[in-house]
């Protein structure tokens, strides 16, 4: 129930203060940590909050605890058909399959193969994702072959590998 409340004021507060003059509706909404994401119908990703760790996407490294934006501010211009904000990192799923990451990745949970953050939007996956979500510290997609992949932080066994020994991996596994 809170979370519903949430999200409804979410998107209240993000259609108050979309640019204006851009008629396009809001079609999806993703909360991160201290950052959230929304999707328009023309494909565009829109972010604000906090992106100390690159997490917006934009290109910008402040790391200062002030960083980041408190007004929607454009970082993909079009071709995206899903978004998630996981705790402070974010996935964008192109049009044509392919998954792009940003943000923190101290758990391995961008799946780039290295433990180092981003502040611009990287290529993880070419083709073939058709669904994303993103946790704390992991993140999740899903290929158009039915299969599950899943990468970053793995202690309590949420990559769905069958342990929680290793805790955690920086490749889609």
Known sequence: M??????FFLLGAILLHAPTGDAQPVTQISGGNAHSLFLKGDGSTWAMGYNGYGQLGDGINDTSFRSGTNR?????STNIVAIAAGGEHTLILKDDGSLWAAGRNNSGELGDGSYNGTYQLEQIVATNVIAIAAGGHHSLFLK???SFWAMGFNYYGQLGTGNSVFPSTNQPV
């Open 2 to 7: 809170i979370r519903s409340l949430i999200r």
């Open 72 to 76: 929607p501010e454009r970082i993909v």
């Open 144 to 146: 158009r072959d039915g």
